[in-house]
């Protein structure tokens, strides 16, 4: 019987001069019965000027995803049992084998030692370095925000990708100027839907989010879809490790009016910074800059109401819509 055809199948990375070419093949057992769950990664390398053309960026991502399957399986390790070991949610590690989101420095480095995979893994995830469906600008804080042990973010213009709804975000993509296409838009929503799965992904993160009111009397997308936002940023904010903060109209001193801010500290302990403007973004890693970028999202956290108070402003906004 005829093999299934597997979409990594001849998939190639390139590194240091060499392409890695990845074969995997489904197993024929005894009598020719075909075991179409049982696979095996072959690795193989060629000289580098033999392949034509170099992956896209989407592939790359895929193509990562598809060696580390192929080790994962060659350990004989299931997803769940891979994930515990690697200490990442199953979601995540089935994320990476799929080729939707950008694996960390550090996930990289612990399915190096759990699959002693023989630099293999570590070699690849040097070429893996764009992410579709964001900003080139963003890509390096996107990044940081996977291993980040906090997260604070200051917002005045719309609410935060990782608070957004599916309806919030594709009125922004879909009114973008320039316009984007189908298959932009659709990158687009991929791309963020998978960071928003960062506070459940990283329940021992502490994220603090910061709102500016009238982000939410704006009504983006109409009141149905504000009705919707309201209901999942209440929902997120429920979760242990997230707060929430609203920031009233009606507000006399005000730290905030640099404009929005990001701040995320790494697991050791070092704090980097993020603002962002009219198609550009600025990743600071300064410390005097990171100083006063600190004292005043504390003083915005002393200025906004409460996380109670919040609550019940945003149960009262949905209220009135």
Known sequence: MA??????????????????????????????????????????????????SEPGPCESLRIFGAVLQGFRERADLT?????????????????????????PARFVERAEEVLDAFGILQ??????????????????????????????????????????????????????????????????????????????????????????EHMLLRRTGGAETTRGLIDHVLEVNAMRNVEVQVMPLAREVHSGLNGPMQLLETPENRWFGYVEGQETGQLISDPKTISVLQMRYAKLRSQALTPEDSVGLLRQMRGAL
């Open 123 to 212: 070699k690849a995830a040097h070429r893996v370095t764009r992410q579709p469906g964001l900003a080139a600008w963003f890509r390096q804080w996107a990044g940081l925000e996977e291993l980040a042990i906090s997260l604070y973010t200051y917002e005045s213009r719309l609410i935060p990708g990782l608070l957004q709804t599916e309806a919030y975000a594709r009125t922004l993509f879909e009114n973008r100027v320039p316009p984007l296409s189908d298959e932009q838009v659709d990158a687009q929503l991929a791309a963020r839907q998978e960071r928003q799965q960062l506070p459940r992904d990283r329940p021992n993160t502490a994220f603090s989010f910061i709102l500016e």
């Open 3 to 52: 093999g299934v055809p597997d979409p990594y199948a001849g998939s190639a990375y390139e590194y240091e001069g060499w392409t890695v070419l990845v074969t995997v093949r489904d197993h024929e057992g005894p009598g020719g019965v075909h075991h179409q769950n049982t696979r095996h990664l072959g690795v193989s390398a060629v000289a580098a000027d033999t392949i034509s």
């Open 79 to 103: 997803q769940e049992a891979f994930a515990r070991r690697v200490r990442y949610s199953v979601h995540f590690v089935a994320s990476v084998e799929q080729g939707r989101r950008l694996p």
